[in-house]
């Protein structure tokens, strides 16, 4: 072998990467708190990226279309029809869900009597076995009692302490996340206003420390992932729209009440892949529960209608098409990133994956090309 300065450089990596993961396969303890200590500190940067990348989409509308002819203030006056446009959605469905709250919470305080009375009324039927309890509780000795009394009270002091505790906590973690919020958000309006030049200065970087065929590769992969991520949270937006649209007719047809407030919580919760909502559904039925168990009742069987249409026509077609993932690999990304993240994974998990199987794809071709494979022997017979 010829020792040069390349293959020096190329043993040296080795050695150095075999070196790391011995410290780190030593160490788990301490990688996981350095993760989480640097997840700490970038997380106002991480979030305003995030919420940039939501707000872009309106915006770049706006700029294209509402704005086109404007060269003055154009940015600016896109980024704040934007930020107006996601501040009124929100505004406009806690106008509607509200008031409905706020009737459902007077309707449970009228049934309240009714279901103290019927309360009551349980209790007298439990008289008869009241004396069973008293001979049952006389044959407790006194040492039984002081030593459960002092147990009770231990607790109640321990509880004490930790509410306590967990109050200050909860006051410095509500400071902290505001906190978090405001700089995030400054970031991402810096973000909105110069990208641009953000993305000028990101391909010098990638031309600068890469060959020109990776940083023309990293760049290909970079405009698929936006287009991916942007298309995915356009659909998921219609998508919603419609579901919550459908529940507002079907429930106003069947004349169900509540069925603006519903549909509006719907269509909130149904931003969450495939599960968000059964959410909506679970508090939807409470609220009509209220009022009559049994159109709660025909409430869930309309949901669970509804849900089928949605969950086999509409959301693998809207969003499935939107990202160019086909419908089964959506449920499997919703399903995975589930599992592995929650609710952050359902919603990441579906572009990535279609941004993994649009390379693949080409990555399929390009071997079958390089292979020279007829056609006819993978095409349907």
């Known amino acids: 072998m010829e020792w040069n300065k390349q293959t020096l450089r190329g043993w040296l990596t080795v050695v150095c990467t075999g070196v790391v993961l011995f410290c780190v396969l030593q160490n788990p303890a301490t990688l996981v708190s350095a993760v989480r200590a640097l997840l700490g500190i970038f997380t106002p940067f991480l979030l305003g990226g995030a919420i940039a990348f939501v707000l872009n989409v309106p915006m770049r509308a706006i700029e294209t279309r509402l704005l086109r002819g404007k060269t003055r203030g154009r940015r600016a006056g896109a980024l704040i029809l934007a930020l107006a446009a996601v501040v009124g959605v929100l505004a406009l469905a806690v106008y509607v869900i509200a008031p409905g709250i706020g009737e459902a919470a007077a309707s449970i305080g009228d049934q309240l009597p009714y279901a103290m ?6 209790v007298t039927v439990l008289e008869q076995y009241l004396p069973l309890l008293a001979e049952t509780l006389g044959q407790w000795e006194l040492s039984d009692w002081t030593s459960l009394a002092q147990k009770a009270a231990e607790l109640l002091q321990g509880w004490g302490g930790s509410l306590v505790t967990s109050g200050g906590g909860l006051i410095g973690g509500v400071v902290s996340g505001v906190s978090t919020f405001i700089i995030a958000l400054i970031f991402s309006f810096y973000l909105l206003m110069q990208k641009e030049r953000l993305a000028r200065q990101g391909r010098q970087v990638l031309y600068a420390l890469l060959p020109e065929r990776k940083a023309d590769r990293a760049l290909d992969i970079l405009r698929l992932a936006n287009r991916t991520f942007s ?6 937006c219609l998508e919603a729209c419609i579901l919550g649209t459908l529940f507002v007719v079907a429930m106003s047809l069947f004349r169900l009440p509540y069925a603006l407030l519903v549909g509006v919580l719907i269509a909130l919760t149904a931003l969450i892949p495939i599960v968000g909502a059964f959410i ?19 409430f869930v069987v309309l949901f669970l209608v509804l849900q089928q249409v949605e969950g086999n026509l509409i959301y693998p077609h809207v969003v499935g098409n939107s990202v160019g993932l086909p419908s089964i690999w959506v449920l499997a990304a919703v399903t995975v990133g589930g599992k592995l993240m929650g609710v952050i994974g359902m919603l990441v998990f579906i572009p990535l994956c279609s941004v993994l199987y649009a390379l693949f794809r080409d990555y399929v071709k390009i071997r079958l090309a390089e292979k020279r494979v007829p056609e006819e022997k993978w095409r349907d017979p």
Request: a positive charge; proline letters at 3%.
């Open 117 to 122: 009375e019927r309360l009551w009324q349980q």
């Open 231 to 236: 298309s995915f949270l356009s659909g998921q």
């Open 280 to 298: 909506g559904c679970i508090v939807g039925a409470l609220l009509i529960a209220v009022t009559s168990p049994v159109k709660a009742l025909v």
